[in-house]
């Protein structure tokens, strides 16, 4: 319900609640706004619920009155294209039943599923290593993680802003933009994206892994997306924290922002990424080749502290990454591996950054080869000081060269920031909290 307050505010009245939180006409022009930067403003517009109705304008605080927000239901909410602006307020868990009760894994976990059992059934000492696990526990977990799936993974349709007030977090789930366009994200904390039920595959790698199933935002085949000013974490559970199961990382986290099948024109500006493992796959596999001319994403004014690894790991991709401040660790958790990954038919162009790198880390590991052919870096700082990132890395692994190259420009007006500069300014900007007036 919506009504003109004394004070010509907008004023909704928030489901379950007595009192009604005010929206200024401040707010709502900020919600207004289209992406302004990079991939996301090629090939049309990205302007997200800016054409919403008063009628769909919506505070939310549960994750039932996010799901109605969104259209009702949702196992079809990625279809509803209404326009809408959403203003989450408060913490949203979206593991929350229907009155707002956070649940656990005994919500989802089918009978037949017993953690326990599992890790006896498929220990690589008994059950060996030639295949992925099979039989009646894995397929109680894949139905244990697809009941999860259901609940957690909130749909997102076309024509959509989220955006959050003061101390919004949206948290124990995921947010999915599949087969949708025009999404704006922003002002909003994610954390959390814990999967209860994440598969042991002993055939992943030299030594096997834990891979588990959930990002904090899912983008596949989606076109003109915007996420800005939002900050992503594991949040107080670190996969790097829990006891080791098979020597390995037990991993219940997936991706931060993931980026996969035909998504397109897309700009992850202003965030903040930190305490976490795998944070960007842009492009999931080597044999999609569907994904030629897709992926173009734009990284720009987002600060990369305490991560691990892909920021991004590109396939197929144009992707422009420039203006960003990267504080990584040689210490635990989350200590450093790489930054930019040159997967397959990869063309990441890398400008203005500035690595904050402790003496342990080696400029040349910035870049890692994934049988990528080319990258290129123009005008990045490590430790304030120029460096040629892509000769550091080829002097470090000869046998897999990268051509300090690539063959393509941004098709869209940008100006590049003094990277001496990002240490003070992007800590002051990036993330949630500096958005909206309070």
Request: charged share 20%.
């Amino acid at each position: 319900m919506k009504y003109l307050n004394a004070l010509g505010l907008i004023a909704l009245l928030v489901p379950g609640t007595l009192a009604a939180q005010d929206v200024t006409a401040t707010h709502i022009a900020i919600a207004a706004e289209p992406a302004s930067i990079g991939w996301a403003t090629v090939e049309g517009d990205t302007t997200g619920g800016a054409a919403a109705a008063l009628d769909q304008i919506h505070v939310v605080t549960s994750r039932a009155a996010l799901v109605a927000a969104l259209g009702g239901d949702n196992a079809t909410n990625a279809g509803d294209d209404t326009p809408a602006i959403i203003f989450v307020s408060g913490t949203i868990d979206l593991t929350e039943d229907d009155a707002g009760n956070p649940q656990g894994a005994a919500a989802f976990a089918e009978p037949e599923y017993d953690e326990a059992a599992y890790i006896a059934t498929y220990d690589p000492e008994v059950y060996g290593r030639e295949a992925e696990p099979e039989g009646p526990l894995e397929e109680a977990r894949e139905r244990s993680e697809q009941a999860q799936n259901a609940h957690t993974m909130v749909r997102i349709g076309s024509n959509k802003t989220l955006i959050g007030l003061k101390d919004a977090r949206i948290i124990n789930g995921t947010l999915l933009l599949k087969e949708v366009e025009n999404v704006i994200i922003r002002n909003i904390t994610f954390e959390d994206s814990w999967d209860f039920f994440p598969q042991w595959d002993a055939t992943d790698g030299s030594q096997g892994n834990w891979n588990a199933e959930y990002d904090l935002i899912g983008i596949e085949q989606s076109t003109h997306v915007w996420i800005d000013h939002c900050s992503f974490s594991d949040g107080a559970r670190h996969d790097d924290d829990l006891p080791p199961v098979f020597g390995r990382v037990k991993q219940h986290h997936d991706g931060l922002v993931d980026i996969k099948t035909m998504a397109n024109y897309i700009t992850l500006s202003n965030n903040r990424f930190f305490d976490h493992d795998k944070v960007h796959v842009i492009g999931s596999s080597d044999s999609r080749t569907q994904n030629i001319g897709h992926l173009r994403v734009t990284i720009t004014g987002n600060w990369y502290d305490n991560v691990r690894q892909r920021t991004p790991r590109v396939r197929f991709g144009e992707v422009h990454v420039y203006g960003n401040l990267f504080t990584p660790r040689a210490d635990g958790p989350y200590s450093f591996s790489y930054a930019i990954g040159a997967g397959k038919e990869s063309r990441t162009l890398s400008e203005a950054n500035l690595f904050a790198l402790p003496a342990a880390i080696e400029p040349g590991s910035v870049f890692r080869h994934y049988r990528g052919e080319m990258a290129q870096d123009n005008g990045s700082l490590v430790n304030g000081k120029p460096a040629d990132l892509l000769a550091l890395y080829n002097a470090a692994n000869p046998d897999k060269p990268l051509a300090d190259s690539v063959d393509w420009t941004p098709p869209y007006a940008y100006q590049l920031p003094d990277p001496a500069e990002l240490a003070v300014s992007v800590r002051k900007t990036a993330g949630a909290g500096h958005l909206l007036p309070h």
